[in-house]
C-alpha cells in the first residue's frame, strides 16, 4: 500500500476511524494494531507514536463514538416534543444496529470494566442528557435535580432495553421498542401533568396501551 503522507492530527483521526470501524463488527479485544496500521499505510510501531499504549488507543475510539452518537443524536427541533423523540430513538436504534459489536463492546464488554473507559461512557450520558433537557418544553429555572437525575435513568433504561431486544428482535418489534422508551421518558423525569400534556399533543394515551401489559 502506498503510504500518503498527513499531518500528525490527520494520521490521529484516520488512526481513529479505521479503529471505530473495525470495533463496529468486533469487540476491542479483537481490534488489530498490525491490520490497522496497514490500512494507514505505516509500521505498527509508528501508530504508538500517536497513543501510548492500546489501552490509550481503545479510549481515544471510545470518545470518537462517543461524538459521533452524540451528532447523530441532534435533535430536530422541527418536530414536536415527543415526535423529536421519537426521531432521536430511530437514529439510536438504527446507529446500535449499524455499529452492534462495537457499541455493546463499551457498554458491556470487558473493557466496560475500565474505570477510564467508564468515565467515557458517563460522559456521553451526561451529553445525551443536557441535550435532551434543551427540548423539554420546561422553563430552566424547572429543570429540578431530580428531574436530570432521572432523565440519566431513563437513558440507561433505553440502553438496556435496546441491548436486550439486539439479543432478540423476536420478543417485540422495532415500533414497540421505541414506543415504550418514548413513553417511559415522561413517566419518569417528569411530572404526571406535563407527562400528559405531552402524551395528549401527541395523540398518545397516558395509559399504557393492552398490548404492552402481561
Partial sequence: MVRIRLDPAQRRDQLIELGAKMLSIRGFDDISIEEIAK?????????????????DFHLAIAAHGSDELLAILKPNTDLPPV?????????????????????????????????????????????????TLSFVPLPPEQIT?????????WIAFV??????????QEQISREDLIDMNIRA???VALSPE?????????????????????
Fill in 39 to 55: 490500512k494507514a499505510g505505516i509500521s505498527r510501531g509508528l501508530l504508538f507514536h500517536y497513543f501510548p499504549s492500546k489501552r
Fill in 83 to 131: 415526535e423529536m423523540v421519537r426521531d432521536l430513538l430511530n437514529r439510536y436504534v438504527d446507529y446500535v444496529l449499524e455499529n452492534r459489536d462495537g457499541y455493546t463492546a463499551i457498554l458491556r464488554g470487558p473493557s466496560s470494566g475500565d474505570p477510564d473507559m467508564r468515565s467515557v461512557a458517563d460522559e456521553s450520558r451526561k451529553r445525551i442528557v443536557d441535550q
Fill in 145 to 153: 435535580p431530580r428531574i436530570r437525575l432521572a432523565t440519566r435513568g
Fill in 159 to 168: 440502553e438496556e432495553t435496546t441491548l436486550n431486544w439486539l439479543e432478540d
Fill in 185 to 187: 421518558l415522561p413517566a
Fill in 194 to 214: 406535563v407527562a400528559a400534556v405531552l402524551l395528549a399533543a401527541a395523540g398518545m394515551d397516558s395509559q399504557v396501551p393492552e398490548k404492552h401489559l402481561g
